[in-house]
Nanobody, 114 residues
Framework: QVQLVESGGGLVQAGGSLRLSCAAS????????MGWYRQAPGKQRELVAT???????NYADSVKGRFTISRDNVKNTVYLQMNSLKPEDTAVYIC????????WGQGTQVTVSS
């Protein structure tokens, strides 16, 4: 059974930084894709960044140049370094992994004040 444990959300002023972590368990073979989505109130869930096991990365245009995704394949952990945060980045950030099926974390709140 795949389990995802997220950490690192919080409240930050515009221009600040946060680092999210998501530790995945439940697969001895690791996870093909790991990443992050986000969902703001009243909006659909949207991709933030994903990274494959072979380090192919996909970013949403809105976060390119500000956010950096990385992963530790030994620890099965994915990170999201978020810099130059903007109020429009406020959302619940949800960890995502793909292992045959898509699995989702419970989410961690990120709030950016202006």
């Amino acid at each position: 059974q795949v389990q995802l444990v997220e950490s690192g959300g919080g409240l930050v002023q515009a221009g600040g930084s946060l680092r999210l972590s998501c530790a995945a368990s439940g697969s001895i073979f690791g996870f093909n894709v790991m990443g992050w989505y986000r969902q703001a109130p009243g909006k659909q869930r949207e991709l933030v960044a994903t990274m494959t096991r072979t380090s192919s990365i996909n970013y949403a245009d809105s976060v390119k140049g500000r956010f950096t995704i990385s992963r530790d394949n030994v620890k099965n952990t994915v990170y999201l370094q978020m810099n130059s945060l903007k109020p429009e980045d406020t959302a619940v950030y949800i960890c995502y992994v793909h292992y045959g099926l898509a699995y989702w974390g419970q989410g961690t709140q990120v709030t950016v004040s202006s």
